[in-house]
């Protein structure tokens, strides 16, 4: 029977050891708090985005698809539609697109203010009027008729609030939505206006096609105002469950280490309190204390501090897309905070009956035969290096863990460099590549007098039934030969096509129309140099290449803006400008996500490092208090528990490196593989040299500051 007074001396143990390893424990703390918190705020506020916006999609009727036709619509069970009216007005260089009230399909949802309920009414998405300085009870002058502006609204279709697919954001300076009643409808744009129908249902494209009979089809699959916001809500979330696996990871790791190095020390305690009787469930929650209390604090702050930020997760990326009402996944708040304590405990746990409390049962070695003919095949390597090895082999769990925290800390900070360039060199392309200065698409019974590079614009489904933008281009073109010289007949596809799509010269594409049901085949002859979109140039001075009945937008691409900014005429313009503000919009947001998993990154780095190779360090005091006795220097005892790892370090680092394009490659895809813009990922050597030379610089600094604790053992 143990004393009681010898219970009350292990608590005075417990604040010994807090007291002893307090930078250790501070680690612990900070790391799991950042843990913690990205889990909640990051994978809870993505996660209630999409969440919402899959509701929101579902309550207010998102369409399955959309398609033009001039013939009578037959009746039928397995198809609802509606006819989607829309106009456009332009003044100083702005649009906006103005759709009258929708009953059954694409239901606006008054996001501010208050629903239409008079005449000269309108609502406008909440983007264009913040970046307009526009307010609810402001009076608007539109098409000579003063509208009061009643509140804020969005439709399913128009989330992802941009003119046109050429761009890959929206641009709420120049571009913005609205909607009125029909009343109001009429009178702005009496019969000047524009539609198209708007379908629901379960059937297939190709089978509402052959009901329908339209003259262009498209589904929803394929509508990128429909499916960006979705995969830009999905690639977050996925990316939030990533880092906070990896950071679970590293905490593991820093667990590991702190045991292993307390146990190690307490071995000979351990062996003493067991002699006096101590009961394993006693020493069990002796050394499980500080950690736990450490941990749990770090759980209930870093928890607070998530929630707290949850709601500006939520609208991170709320200056490119109009959201709905958002709504917080409180279950899903609930489940993760549970899951974050379960996590961490259990970690704790399993890691203290580990390394305090399971026996290890001894097993008697047969003692190895000398065998004199013997002769060592690493005897060429200096000895130093070779006890270093020895060391290594021994020590495999320390090797490990080395290994992890190099390559986890690499990966997270590779990752937030690589995609940060990526974006910044595809927004400098887009300025490069876009000669234009304006490009009108026009009504195609009806043609504009403006002098400028006229060009067909055909949209077709290839072999996976994603639909491609086909350029159909004469051999005299300026804004899309790219520096080639164009022949009559070339197939040419872009650099960025053929990346996505891994096509190039000599290889064959099938394209689809749906509509009329004609297949054409072609082969490609050219690559151009545009990174940014991945698309298909046809060059024809007949411009017959395609059949008749196979819908086309007629555009031209201006030198100047055009003139006459009301052109009825003009179903939609793109300026060139607007695609560079697009690109500079998701940069900003970009680099408000990376800032904060870089800033994490590198004070991570700093905090592992330094445990890392404190771990080396008293895991190797006895073997360098032995060697300084036998007369080794300074020199060679650094070698003897520190050489190779610098070696080790850089091909963990390289490794992270190319997983870290990898995983580049598939956050930008998961966000807009169907999409025409394509950003490519950047192999700046700068990039290879800041961010890997980075954990090479700091990992020796703290290498250097081992020698003088080496002098002083």
């Not at 999905?234 to 679970?248: F, G, K, S």
């Not at 986890?408 to 990752?415: D, E, M, T």
Request: charged share 20%.
């Amino acid at each position: 029977m143990v004393n009681p007074s010898a219970n009350k001396k292990l608590n005075k143990r417990i604040l010994r050891r807090i007291s002893r390893y307090k930078l250790k424990l501070l680690i612990l703390f900070l790391v799991v708090f950042a843990t913690t918190g990205i889990f909640v705020s990051f994978f809870v506020g993505t996660s209630s985005v999409l969440k919402s916006v899959h509701e929101f999609n579902k309550d207010f009727a998102v369409e399955d698809g959309i398609f033009m036709t001039e013939n009578e619509l037959p009746a039928s069970d397995d198809i609802s539609y509606e006819e989607m009216k829309y106009g456009e007005v332009r003044y100083d260089g702005k649009t906006i697109r103005i759709f009258s009230v929708r009953e059954n399909i694409n239901k606006h949802q008054v996001t501010s203010g208050e629903e239409l309920q008079e005449e000269n009414e309108i609502l406008l998405d909440k983007n264009y009027l913040k970046a307009n300085e526009l307010e609810i009870g402001d009076t608007i002058d539109l098409n000579n008729r003063k509208l009061t502006i009643v509140g804020s609204a969005i439709s399913p279709d128009y989330i992802t609030t941009k003119n046109s697919d050429m761009v890959l954001q929206a641009n709420s300076n120049k571009f913005g939505i609205a909607f009125v009643d029909n009343q109001t409808f009429q009178s702005l744009f009496g019969e000047s206006f524009s539609t198209y129908y708007a379908y629901s249902s379960d059937l297939d494209v190709q089978d509402i096609s052959e009901k329908v009979e339209p003259a262009y089809i498209n589904d929803s699959k394929n509508n990128t105002r429909i499916q960006q916001v979705i995969g830009d809500a999905e690639a977050p979330r996925d990316l939030a469950l990533l880092l906070t696996c990896l950071l679970y990871l590293i905490v593991a790791v820093l667990l590991s280490v702190y045991h292993f190095e307390v146990s190690k020390k307490e071995s000979g305690n351990l062996s003493t309190f067991v002699k006096l009787g101590f009961r394993k469930a006693t020493l069990y929650k002796h050394y499980l204390t500080e950690t736990t209390v450490t941990l749990f604090l770090a759980w209930v702050t870093g928890g607070i501090a998530g929630i707290g930020f949850i709601d500006t997760i939520k609208q991170m990326n709320n200056q490119i897309y109009n959201y709905p009402l958002l709504e917080t996944d409180y279950s899903l708040l609930a489940l993760c905070l549970i899951a974050s304590f379960v996590t961490v405990m259990v970690l704790n746990l399993v890691l203290v009956y580990r390394f305090y409390i399971k026996q290890r049962k001894l097993t008697k070695k047969r003692p190895k035969s000398i065998n004199k003919s013997y002769s060592n095949p690493l005897k060429w390597i200096p000895f130093s290096y070779r006890y270093r090895l020895k060391r290594i082999n021994r020590n495999k769990s320390e090797m490990v863990l080395f290994v992890l925290l190099i390559f986890f800390v690499g990966l997270l900070i590779n990752f937030s460099f690589l995609l940060k360039d990526s974006v910044t060199q595809y927004v400098e392309d887009l300025a490069i590549e876009n000669t234009f200065e304006e490009v009108l698409f026009l009504d195609p019974s009806n043609e504009v007098e403006a002098e400028g590079e006229d060009f067909e614009l055909y949209k077709l489904y290839d072999e996976e039934g994603i639909t491609q933008s086909v350029y159909l281009i004469g051999s005299d073109s300026e804004h899309y030969d790219y520096g080639l010289t164009l022949e009559d007949g070339d197939v040419i596809i872009t650099k960025a096509y053929a990346d996505k799509y891994n096509k190039n010269v000599g290889d064959d594409i099938t394209l689809t129309d749906v509509s009329n049901e004609k297949q054409y085949s072609f082969q490609i002859n050219k690559v151009n140099a545009s990174s940014t979109v991945s698309t298909i140039y046809m060059v024809s001075d007949s411009r017959d290449l395609f059949d008749d009945r196979t819908y086309s937008t007629p555009a031209v691409a201006l030198a100047e803006p055009h003139t006459d900014t009301n052109d009825s005429q003009i179903e939609a313009k793109l300026s060139r400008d607007e695609i560079i503000t697009s690109g500079e919009n998701i940069l900003n947001v970009i680099n408000k996500q990376i800032s904060l998993i870089l800033a994490l990154a590198i004070v991570l780095q700093f905090t592992l490092l330094y445990s890392l190779l404190e771990f080396s360090f008293q895991n190797s005091v006895t073997s360098i208090k032995t060697l300084k006795l036998e007369g080794y220097g300074l020199r060679d005892l650094m070698r003897m528990h520190f050489s190779l790892s610098i070696p080790i370090a850089l091909l963990c680092i390289i490794g992270s490196y190319y997983i870290s394009r990898i995983a580049v490659r598939i956050f930008l895809d998961q966000i807009m593989y169907d999409f025409v813009n394509f950003v490519s990922v950047t192999d700046s050597l700068l990039i290879i040299l800041s961010s890997n030379g980075m954990i090479i610089l700091i990992f020796i600094f703290f290498l250097l500051r081992m020698r003088p604790r080496l002098r002083k053992l």
